[in-house]
C-alpha cells in the first residue's frame, strides 16, 4: 500500500455498509477518483463535513494494488462554499458542474485545467454571480476541456469548412453530431439541428478560448441566451449518456 496527498473536490457520495461511504472526487494529481471513508457515518467521524459534494478538501488517501478503491484517512477541508447549500438556485448550478465532470471524465485520468475549471465554476457561484449564466459558461469550457469542444469551423456531418463569408443563417447546431451542422446537412434531419444565432456563435468561441480571468465578463440574454441553454443542454444529454437534473428550474422564462 502506498500514501498519498492531493487536492480534490467532492462530487458525490454515496452509503456503504453499515457506517461507511464511498466518495468519489475529482482530485488535482490523480483526476477522478473513488475512495471508501470507513466510519463516516457515524456521529463521531473524524471526517465531519468534510466528504460533502462541492467541499474542496486536501484528502490522505491509500492505494491498494489491484483494488479500484483507495482507502480515504483523511480529508481537510479547504473551502466549504456554504451559499451552495443555501439557495437552490445557487445549489443547481453546483450540482450540474459536478455531475458533468464526474460524466464526462475517466477514472485515473488526471487534467489540472479540469480541477481549476470546477474549483473555479464553484467559486464563481459562491461570489454571487449570476448561476444560469456561470453554469452555462462553465459547461461550455469544460466540454472544450474533455475531448467535446462544440465544434463551429466546419460541418459536423460532411466536413465542409465554413469560410469567413459563410452565412451564419444557414447553419444550425447538431447535438449528436457536436457541432454545426451545414443547410444542405441540416436539411436532411432537421429535428435533430437547433438555431444558433451570429451572437450565440460569438459566444461559445469567446467563452472556449478567452483567459479565465475574463471568462465572468461575457453576457448573454434574450435570443441568444435562449439558443445558447438549448444547444448546451442538448449536447451535454448526448455526451453524458442521460439527461442530467435541470440548471434553471428556478429561474424565470427568458424575454425574447
Not at 14 to 23: Q, T
Amino acid at each position: 500500500m502506498s500514501q498519498l496527498k492531493t487536492p480534490a473536490i467532492t462530487l458525490k457520495s454515496r452509503k456503504w455498509g453499515e457506517a461507511d461511504r464511498i466518495v468519489t472526487f475529482y482530485s488535482l494529481r490523480f483526476g477522478k477518483l473513488r475512495g471508501v471513508a470507513r466510519g463516516a457515518r457515524r456521529m463521531k467521524s473524524r471526517f465531519g463535513s468534510a466528504l460533502e459534494p462541492f467541499i474542496h478538501c486536501d484528502l490522505n488517501l491509500f492505494e491498494k494494488r489491484g483494488d479500484s478503491l483507495y482507502r480515504i484517512t483523511q480529508a481537510d477541508i479547504q473551502e466549504t462554499f456554504p451559499s451552495l447549500r443555501e439557495d437552490l438556485a445557487l445549489m443547481s448550478g453546483a450540482a450540474r458542474m459536478v455531475n458533468l465532470v464526474a460524466a464526462v471524465t475517466a477514472e485515473g485520468d488526471p487534467s489540472p485545467r479540469v480541477f481549476e475549471t470546477l474549483l473555479g465554476g464553484l467559486r464563481s457561484l459562491q461570489e454571487g454571480s449570476e448561476p444560469g449564466l456561470t453554469t452555462l459558461l462553465f459547461q461550455i469550457r469544460l466540454l472544450g476541456q474533455t475531448g467535446f469542444r462544440p465544434q463551429t469551423d466546419h460541418c459536423t456531418a460532411c466536413g465542409k469548412e465554413f469560410g469567413k463569408s459563410r452565412r451564419v443563417g444557414l447553419a444550425r447546431f447538431s447535438p449528436q453530431t457536436g457541432g454545426l451542422v451545414c443547410a444542405p446537412c441540416a436539411s436532411r434531419h432537421p429535428d435533430r439541428c437547433l438555431p444558433l444565432s451570429a451572437g450565440s456563435l460569438a459566444f461559445i468561441q469567446q467563452a472556449l478560448h478567452v483567459p479565465a480571468s475574463v471568462l465572468p465578463r461575457l453576457k448573454a440574454t434574450g435570443r441568444v441566451r435562449h439558443d445558447l441553454e438549448a444547444a448546451i443542454e442538448s449536447y451535454v444529454t448526448v455526451v453524458a449518456g442521460k439527461r442530467l437534473p435541470p440548471v434553471d428550474f428556478l429561474a424565470p422564462p427568458v424575454s425574447l
